[in-house]
T-cell receptor, first 110, second 115 residues
Framework: GQNIDQPTEMTATEGAIVQINCTYQTSGFNGLFWYQQHAGEAPTFLSY????GLEEKGRFSSFLSRSKGYSYLLLKELQMKDSASYLCAVRGGSARQLTFGSGTQLTVLP | NAGVMQNPRHLVRRRGQEARLRCSPMKGHSHVYWYRQLPEEGLKFMVYLQKENIIDESGMPKERFSAEFPKEGPSILRIQQVVRGDSAAYFC?????????????FGQGTRLTVV
């Protein structure tokens, strides 16, 4: 089976750095994705990791450790518009679909 | 290049009625996924389809729910005899292929309310 855990809520201050953790237990592994979802809107793709290490894309970075079943999403120079739910998702071994965590609701305060 | 299009955006049905949700994938995409999202919860996989074929329906309830992706036209998620517990946001995603780095692009969702 698949199990993905991430914190339910986080709060941070504008301009700060925040790290959102995700741990997973899956039967097989074929990549980990991070999505951002604003209330009432579609999830939008942020990052993809399949090999261990850090992937950097502007203010957002994502890290993966396959041996630990662990990933994090790092958001730098936080802006108010970054307030959203951040979804960790794993593509299992033979499955084509993504299995999502429950999401982390990030609130950025002024 | 239009994104994934879902309609309607909002749908209200009385208990016992049928709900039909439509999804047109991005141009060139032949892989479609349906997810359900309850309030304050994550996305739960329902079904994965390619043109004219259901590849994986392991997340779909055995009764009342069905999905299709015909050769021509959008993918349809059909819920018969809706109940209050079916109220949720239903998201469709499409991808170019089903493997590797291919990300899935999501539509805006259909918010179903059963009254």
């Amino acid at each position: 089976g698949q199990n993905i855990d991430q914190p339910t809520e986080m709060t941070a201050t504008e301009g700060a750095i925040v790290q959102i953790n995700c741990t997973y237990q899956t039967s097989g592994f074929n990549g980990l994705f991070w999505y951002q979802q604003h209330a009432g809107e579609a999830p939008t793709f942020l990052s993809y990791n399949v090999l261990d290490g850090l992937e950097e894309k502007g203010r957002f970075s994502s890290f993966l450790s396959r041996s630990k079943g662990y990933s994090y999403l790092l958001l730098k120079e936080l802006q108010m518009k970054d307030s959203a739910s951040y979804l960790c998702a794993v593509r299992g071994g033979s499955a084509r679909q993504l299995t999502f965590g429950s999401g982390t609701q990030l609130t950025v305060l002024p | 290049n239009a994104g994934v299009m879902q309609n309607p955006r909002h749908l209200v049905r009385r208990r016992g009625q049928e709900a039909r949700l439509r999804c047109s994938p991005m141009k060139g995409h032949s892989h479609v996924y349906w997810y359900r999202q309850l309030p304050e919860e994550g996305l739960k996989f329902m079904v994965y389809l390619q043109k004219e074929n259901i590849i994986d329906e392991s997340g779909m309830p055995k009764e009342r729910f069905s999905a299709e992706f015909p050769k021509e036209g959008p993918s349809i998620l059909r819920i018969q005899q809706v109940v209050r517990g079916d109220s949720a946001a239903y998201f469709c995603a499409s991808s170019l292929s089903g493997t590797g780095t291919t990300e899935a692009f999501f539509g805006q969702g259909t918010r179903l309310t059963v009254v």
